[in-house]
């Protein structure tokens, strides 16, 4: 009995299992196995680019109106960005708040809400330290940002609006012992009016052991009032208000907590101020500190910057926690207390997202390059529709709904044409075609083998037609193989 049927049976039904695996594990790939999608910077007439260079900035993030705005160098750096609005529905970044030519833009240093809907900004400059301020509205600017005089990158202490204008509040000698008494900068339509506070010149320091500088001012009914930090010969803290009439009372201030750079320790959002703080400490209206609820004891406060939302007329900080020990971060977001975990090297390469005393991980997507800047200092954001969307620096997100499922994966085309890496740069096809010909290669190299026994003028009969098709299968099983692997890598 011949022995070509059985060859043919056994390598058919090899190559069709290979080819079922495989088609079972492309049609279902999980979610969170595919790579973040990454925002694309739209402008109108121009070929999209990357929404942020991922090379060394942190995108900062703002929520106002139910939207979420960015403020980030991009790869073009003739653009001078102060405000591009997140579409995470759309993949897409655009032009909202745009400073015109001048120094370009480090950073925003102050957000201050205001009536009608519009928002006071402050921008650091990156090159010459200065400082400039304008107005936003839904549509876009209200006030055009126009450069502070005096002031330097850490000598805003706080703004307000007053009587319908925007008024901030300048240290003229930022993180020295003062000597000069604040001043306060109001936008006007024409140009910026100044006034300084009282008390004059060396009544600043007046009653104040070891004098140190100017930290704070805030806005109340009486007028503005600002903070005087000292400290006594055991370095031990005096912190002094100063109300309008120049009157001082004893400020609430942590014990040995001082430092040559100003403004990085204390949340002062309630007086506009969008800088980065690494102690669990926040400023209340009233100029009292609370301290900012964490998770658990043996977590700290990340000094890194943190998403600020506009609510209720209001700034807040969303503070993010961390373990030194780990790479987790910690969020507080509608009540729920959430941890993100990022990659730690490419041989951990998957971003998880879970609740905090959860036991199990639950990743939410594949992200073993450094392309999208990192997920280590990822902002995880609230959604006002529900959910939540985990942005990283260089601009890549990935959507959650409210149980943290991953609701934008990548389709399989686009995870296996870009390598299952996210789709920034030049696509390829490699993978799709080694998909293509192990689900479906087979077919093809039995036509083929039975258009070369009928060139043959069917040689070998019946016989001749099972050994050239095994032949045919013996190679789909043998390429198929060598394929096999970095599909794998790719589909499990």
């Keep these: 009995m011949s022995r070509a049927p059985w060859v043919f049976v056994c390598c058919l039904l090899v190559s069709l299992v290979l080819s079922g695996r495989t088609l079972s594990l492309a049609t279902n790939l999980p979610a969170w196995r595919t790579a973040p999608r990454v925002l694309l910077w739209k402008r109108p007439n121009e070929v999209p680019t990357y929404a942020c260079d991922p090379d060394g900035v942190r995108l900062s993030i ?31 970044a655009r032009p909202f708040a745009e400073a015109p030519d001048g120094p370009h833009i480090e950073a925003l240093v102050g957000v201050f809400p205001g009536p009608a809907d519009e928002v006071g900004l402050a921008v650091h400059f990156y090159f ?27 000598s805003l202490l706080g703004g307000a609006w007053v009587d319908g204008r925007l008024e901030l509040v300048i240290d003229p000698a930022p993180g020295m012992a003062p000597t000069k008494p604040p001043r306060v900068l109001r936008l006007e339509q024409d140009g910026i009016a100044q006034r300084d ?42 912190a002094y208000w100063v109300d309008p009439s120049g009157n001082k009372a004893p400020g609430d201030w942590p014990r040995g907590w001082f430092n040559d750079m100003p403004r990085r320790h204390v949340d002062e959002s309630v007086a506009g101020s969008a800088w980065p703080v690494d102690e669990p400490w926040a400023l209340n209206a009233d100029g009292s500190l609370r301290p900012i609820e964490a998770p658990a004891f043996d977590w700290s406060i990340d000094f890194r910057p943190a998403p600020l939302l506009i609510e209720g007329g209001e700034l807040r900080r969303v503070s993010a926690w961390y373990q030194r020990s780990s790479q987790r971060r910690a969020r507080q977001l509608n009540g729920r207390w959430l941890v993100t975990v990022s990659p730690k090297g490419p041989e951990r390469p998957l971003v998880s997202v879970t609740e905090f005393d959860a036991t199990s991980p639950n990743p939410v997507a594949y992200s073993p390059e450094r392309s999208c800047g ?59 075609w080694m998909l293509a010909w192990v689900v479906a290669g087979l077919p093809i190299t039995l036509l083929l083998a039975t258009w070369r026994w009928l060139a043959k003028g069917k040689q070998g009969g019946a016989r001749g037609w099972l050994l050239k098709a095994s032949l045919g299968a013996a190679v789909h099983i043998a390429s198929s193989a060598l394929m096999l692997a970095p599909l794998e890598r790719l589909l499990t």
């Design 374 to 432: 990192g997920f280590g200092e990822a902002h995880l954001l609230a959604r006002d529709s529900g959910g939540y969307v985990l942005v990283s620096r260089g601009g890549c997100f990935v959507s959650l709904d409210e149980n943290l499922q991953r609701t934008d994966p990548l389709s399989l085309w686009e995870h296996l044409e870009y390598g299952g890496s996210a789709p920034i740069g030049t696509s390829g096809f490699t993978y799709l």
């Design 128 to 154: 010459d330290d200065g400082i400039a301020a304008g107005v936003v509205g839904p549509r876009g600017w209200v006030k055009h940002l126009q450069r502070l005089p005096g002031a330097e990158k850490h």
């Design 62 to 92: 703002l929520k106002w109106r139910g939207k979420f705005f960015g403020g980030c160098r991009t790869p073009d750096w003739d653009e001078r960005r102060v405000l591009i609005e997140l579409d995470f529905d759309r993949g897409e």
């Design 197 to 238: 506070l009282l008390p004059a010149g060396p009544l600043v320091c007046a009653g104040v052991d070891d004098c140190h500088r100017l930290d704070a001012a805030l806005h109340r009914s009486s007028g503005w009032s600002y903070l005087v930090l000292g400290r006594s010969e055991r370095d031990e803290p005096h």
